[in-house]
């Protein structure tokens, strides 16, 4: 069973910066795709940014030019770096990854780590 473990969540104020991060369980598998996404109160999971193995970037077009995501195909881990922070972006932040093995592709999820911006 792949794990994924989320840090770096917690409280910034508003103009702030946090970097997330998560790391997948080592196996025998590909992993296609790696992004994170979030839900506010009330609010349905929305994606916020994804990168496929090949380095492939995709932004929420409420976050481009503020938040960076990279990933290390060689440790399993994923990274948010989040920068000029509204409080808008208040959330739950959930890793996830599209995981392939024996030709059969699974979703996974983080736990989530709360980002919380004031202002």
């Known amino acids: 069973q792949v794990q994924l473990v989320e840090s770096g969540g917690g409280l910034v104020q508003a103009g702030g910066s946090l970097r997330l991060s998560c790391a997948a369980s080592?196996?025998?598998?590909?992993?296609?795709?790696m992004g994170w996404y979030r839900q506010a109160p009330e609010n349905e999971r929305e994606l916020v940014a994804g990168i496929t193995i090949d380095g492939v970037t995709n932004y929420a077009d409420s976050i481009k030019g503020r938040f960076t995501i990279s990933r290390d195909n060689a440790n399993n881990t994923v990274s948010l770096q989040m920068g000029s922070l509204k409080p808008e972006d208040t959330a739950v932040y959930y890793c996830n990854a599209l995981i392939r093995t024996n030709d059969i592709t699974r979703r996974y999820w983080g736990q989530g780590t709360q980002v919380t911006v004031s202002s």
């Open positions: 080592r196996g025998i598998f590909t992993i296609t795709f």
